[in-house]
């Protein structure tokens, strides 16, 4: 997941001490002997298992008392370890149209020689769960799979509809993604009046205190450009100025120096009026500024010290991979790299892909990457989403902030905002201020952060749910 991090920076937020969790509780065990088998199922791209764990959910779902007609399996013949899960929950009243949750299977590739543990291997070890997948997205896709389980045993039948779709390859963009094959090929199966996604979530300071708890409004669209060098090259000991990876290099250099115009949705400016109240101060004028005129550079300059920040008011292009060369005592014939933009929403991808030409040169030839998925559509600030997320988390973390954000990041919602269906971040799951290791070394969350989690987010599938 591209996940944000434009909200963790609003540091002077109020915050309320995390209540305690009993540990103990029957429901508690029993979800997390869901979680563990999901977090140590090896689900990565390279060499795991999606499939495998799409079916070991849908086996704890039909003990719980769900049907064959109720679940879907599914996966392609040339990809069939990518495979996921569709569940329905039949509501009473069919005047409402359902709402599904979704989450996705697949992790981070991770090196078992890099972690300090085994990261298939779930640990649990000073108040934290450590293992790939433990936050990113296993969490969220447990606490999911197993709201729909306590639901069917406990025979509560709820007014709308539930579904819930499980996919793979959500980390991947050339990987087969089972959110974007139901889109396309099911979608009747998971239509939905709108969806509740990753994204969002709640900050914590280093004392474990919650100060933040954010809902997903919107998010930018991943897309990766390709920089190509080309030159006959020759003899390394009879050098030319016509040089493929100084010519690249030089593309490089104008990507980096070069800063997309600033932009505001009706999410973010919701989030820095709010956050410019917070924070007070330099920042928080400089905020009030660039929301009154979006053209202020000085105020820009100011805002943009904050990384996060900087990445949530424009579309923003960075070099993350380079291949140059053939031989060390050769002049080089190409080099290649990979530029990966952001984009902001109601940006395009062409329109970035024209930008980053003018910026290469006539020397160097820039190509989008494909797959190119749909441009992000930010949904509305509707109070019907909004006001049980206020209302559920004022239950379950009294006095912490709750604020809509745009993610800087790109989740699998964007091929169901492209059918017109709205979709939410909406986890209540607190991490760390470095994200817990998301993506990176020694992922990990606290055990409090994901039962109390677990519980709100119960509560507000619920509320949805009537």
Avoid at 59 to 79: C, N, W
Avoid at 86 to 110: I, R
Avoid at 169 to 191: C, H, M, S, V, Y
Avoid at 292 to 320: M, Q
Wanted: include cysteine; charge should be neutral; charged fraction near 20%.
């Amino acid at each position: 997941m591209g996940r944000t991090t434009g909200w963790l920076t609003a540091a002077a937020l109020l915050a309320g001490p995390q209540a305690a969790t009993a540990q103990g509780r029957p429901d508690q065990r029993a979800f997390f002997d869901l979680y563990k088998e999901l977090v140590e199922t090896d689900t990565t791209i390279s060499k795991g298992d999606c499939t495998r764990a799409a079916a070991q959910i849908a086996g704890r779902m039909k003990r719980a008392g769900y049907t064959t007609q109720d679940i879907t399996l599914f996966s392609v013949p040339e990809h069939p370890k990518e495979g996921g899960i569709v569940a329905v929950l039949p509501g009473s009243d069919k005047t409402l149209k359902p709402m599904l949750l979704l989450g996705h299977l697949d992790v981070v590739e991770a090196d078992p020689k890099d972690w300090t543990r085994d990261p298939f291997k779930l640990v649990e070890e000073d108040g934290y769960y450590y293992a790939r997948g433990t936050v990113d997205d296993k969490a969220m896709s447990a606490i999911w799979a197993d709201t729909m389980i306590r639901l069917k045993a406990g025979k509560q039948v709820p007014k709308r509809t539930i579904k819930l779709a499980l996919t793979c390859g959500e980390e991947t963009t050339f990987a087969w993604n089972g959110a974007q094959w139901l889109t396309k090929n099911r979608p009747d199966l998971i239509a939905a009046e709108f969806v509740l996604n990753e994204g969002g979530g709640g900050r914590l300071d280093e004392t474990g205190k919650r100060q933040l708890l954010a809902i997903q409004v919107g998010e930018k669209a991943a897309q990766n450009y390709t920089f190509t060098a080309t030159n006959p090259g020759g003899h390394s000991s009879q050098p030319v100025p016509d040089n493929a990876i100084y010519e690249l290099a030089a593309a490089i250099r104008a990507v980096q120096g070069y800063e997309f115009p600033v932009r505001f949705t009706d999410t973010t400016r919701a989030f820095f009026g709010a956050t410019a109240k917070a924070q007070g101060g330099e920042v928080g004028g400089a905020i009030t500024r660039l929301l009154a005129n979006p053209e202020d550079k000085a105020a820009d300059a100011i805002v943009s010290r904050d990384k996060a920040f900087h990445s949530t008011l424009r579309t923003t292009c960075v070099t993350t991979l380079v291949k140059a060369g053939h031989a060390e005592n050769a002049l080089p014939q190409s080099a290649t790299a990979n530029v990966n933009c952001r984009i902001f929403p109601g940006e395009t991808v062409d329109a970035t892909l024209a930008k980053l030409k003018e910026l290469a040169g006539p020397k160097v030839t820039v190509t989008a990457n494909q797959p190119v998925r749909p441009t992000a559509k930010p949904p509305a600030l509707d109070p019907k989403i909004l006001g049980p997320v206020t209302r559920i988390a004022a239950k379950h973390f009294p006095g912490v902030p709750v604020l809509p954000l745009m993610s800087t990041g790109a989740t699998d919602g964007v091929f169901f905002a492209a059918l017109g269906i709205p979709v939410y971040g909406v986890p209540g799951i607190f991490i760390d201020k470095d994200l817990g290791g998301i993506h990176g070394l020694n992922e990990r969350i606290r055990v409090r952060s994901l039962h109390d989690g677990r519980d709100y987010l119960h509560d507000l599938v619920l509320a949805y749910a009537g």
